[in-house]
């Protein structure tokens, strides 16, 4: 599969519930030869299967926060790492919200040697940082104890990805003028959902940051879709997520 310079797919545009055949919360972002996993959740490696994607093309992962429909997959890849197939033998970054060292170490001692991979593991919580071409800052969202957002910078390109969140104020300054803004919208209006968004919010936060592109994605069954919502008079692209769509800037 060919790439432009900059181009995100999606490879779980659901949630922790069964909907639609969508996968659990997960993004390949790449920039030039360099790739980030946003988030790791349920179906990732059959995801990245598809995309043709392997193990060692991935540079880092991120991991917005603790819960399964976003790590899990994570857990697997690392089981998977152990069989002769997988020829990495470089590091392999994980970053993300603050207690993720401690979060891992707490599945090592469940699991052992089964998610002990055959390279290093570096694992980075701070705030901001660089890898290769990537500058990312993370942020605080309305969610879980912990729960991050990431703001990367990439050739000139800025992508948001809030991971899961309820609407704040705050946010406006971190998706300012993203060129593609990955928001979650777990909730509906008439459903509201702790520590999610839905759908007038998402437009909104958009509307306010002037971002040039705005992906929903996160759905659960009572999420509702863009493509039903009066969107025409926004300066924006309005998209919905799907499974393995790609984005490329």
């Not at 991050?148 to 910078?153: A, K, T, Y």
Request: net charge negative; hydrophobic share 40%; with cysteine.
């Amino acid at each position: 599969m060919e790439y432009s310079p900059v181009s995100l797919t999606v490879l779980g545009s659901g949630s922790a519930v069964p909907f639609q055949q969508r996968a659990s919360a997960s993004y390949l972002l790449r920039c030039g030869n360099s790739c980030v996993l946003l988030d790791a959740g349920f179906w990732v490696m059959e995801r990245l299967e598809q995309t043709g994607t392997t193990f060692d093309d991935i540079d880092a992962i991120f991991i917005s926060h603790r819960h399964p429909d976003h790590c899990m997959g994570l857990i697997h890849l690392l089981f998977a790492s152990r069989h002769p197939s997988c020829q990495r033998t470089r590091p392999l970054k994980i970053f993300g919200f603050n207690g993720l060292a401690g979060y891992l170490e707490e599945f090592r001692s469940l699991l052992g040697s089964w998610i002990e991979p055959p390279f290093a593991l570096e694992v980075d919580e701070s705030t901001s940082g660089s890898l290769g071409p990537f500058l990312w800052q993370n942020f605080a969202v309305h969610h879980s104890q912990d729960a991050v957002g990431i703001r990367i910078q990439c050739y000139e390109k800025r992508i948001v990805y809030t991971g899961d969140t309820g609407y704040h104020d705050d946010l406006i300054a971190h998706c300012r003028e993203a060129d593609l803004l990955i928001a979650d919208c777990g909730a509906s209006r008439h459903q509201p959902l702790d520590g999610h968004m839905h759908v007038d919010q998402i437009l909104h936060l958009a509307q306010q940051a002037q971002v040039k592109h705005l992906l929903q994605s996160h759905f659960y069954p009572e999420t509702e879709p863009l493509s039903q919502q009066k969107t025409r008079n926004f300066r924006f692209l309005c998209q919905e997520a799907t499974d393995l769509l790609t984005i490329a800037f």
